[in-house]
C-alpha cells in the first residue's frame, strides 16, 4: 500500500537550514580599515609636524612678521599694534638668538673638555652637523621672496 494519499500533498525532503554569513566578517573588515585610516592618518601627522618644526628655525628672520600677523589675526590688532607687537618680537628674538648662541658654546666647550681625541672628534661632528641642520647662525638658504604664507 502506498502511505501516500491523493489528498494530502507529500512532504519535501527536509533541507538543511541555510547556512548564516558570518556576521564578523564585516566587522573585522571595518575594523581593519579604522585601524589603516588611524596608521595612514597618524604617520602623515608625524611627517607634517616633523616638516613644520625642521622648516621653522630655518629662516628666523621671518618669525616676528609670521608670529605679529598671527597675533593681529588673533588678537584682531589694528595695523599700528601689530607693527609695535612686531617692532617687540624682532627686538626679544635677536636677543634669545644671541642668548642661544652664547649657550651652544658654552655647551661645546665644557662637553670637549671631558673628551679624549676620537670622542672629540665625533663631538665636532655632530656639532657640525647640529649647527648646519638648525642654522645656528647660518641659514639654508634666502628667505622665499615676497610676503610669508598666511598662518592658519
Known amino acids: 500500500m502506498?502511505?501516500?494519499?491523493?489528498d494530502k500533498p507529500a512532504e519535501p525532503?527536509?533541507?538543511p537550514a541555510p547556512r548564516r554569513r558570518g556576521r564578523w566578517r564585516p566587522i573585522l573588515l571595518s575594523a581593519a580599515?579604522?585601524?589603516?585610516?588611524g596608521v595612514v592618518g597618524g604617520v602623515l601627522t608625524v611627517g607634517l609636524v616633523h616638516r613644520a618644526i625642521m622648516k621653522g628655525p630655518r629662516h628666523p628672520e621671518r618669525a616676528?612678521?609670521?608670529a605679529s600677523r598671527h597675533l593681529q589675526r588673533r588678537?584682531?590688532?589694528t595695523d599700528e599694534?601689530?607693527?609695535?607687537?612686531?617692532?617687540?618680537?624682532?627686538?626679544?628674538?635677536?636677543?634669545?638668538r644671541a642668548i642661544r648662541e652664547e649657550q651652544i658654546e658654552l655647551v661645546d666647550k665644557e662637553v670637549a673638555e671631558l673628551l679624549d681625541e676620537e670622542q672629540l672628534e665625533k663631538?665636532?661632528?655632530i656639532c657640525q652637523k647640529f649647527r648646519h641642520r638648525f642654522g645656528s647662525?647660518?641659514?639654508h638658504g634666502p628667505p622665499p621672496p615676497g610676503p610669508p604664507p598666511p598662518l592658519p
Request: hydrophobic fraction near 40%.
Open 2 to 6: 502506498n502511505a501516500h494519499t491523493p
Open 13 to 15: 525532503a527536509a533541507q
Open 33 to 37: 580599515i579604522f585601524i589603516c585610516g
Open 64 to 66: 616676528p612678521d609670521l
Open 75 to 77: 588678537l584682531k590688532l
Open 81 to 96: 599694534q601689530r607693527q609695535q607687537v612686531e617692532t617687540i618680537l624682532k627686538k626679544r628674538f635677536s636677543a634669545l
Open 123 to 125: 663631538w665636532g661632528r
Open 137 to 139: 647662525g647660518e641659514h
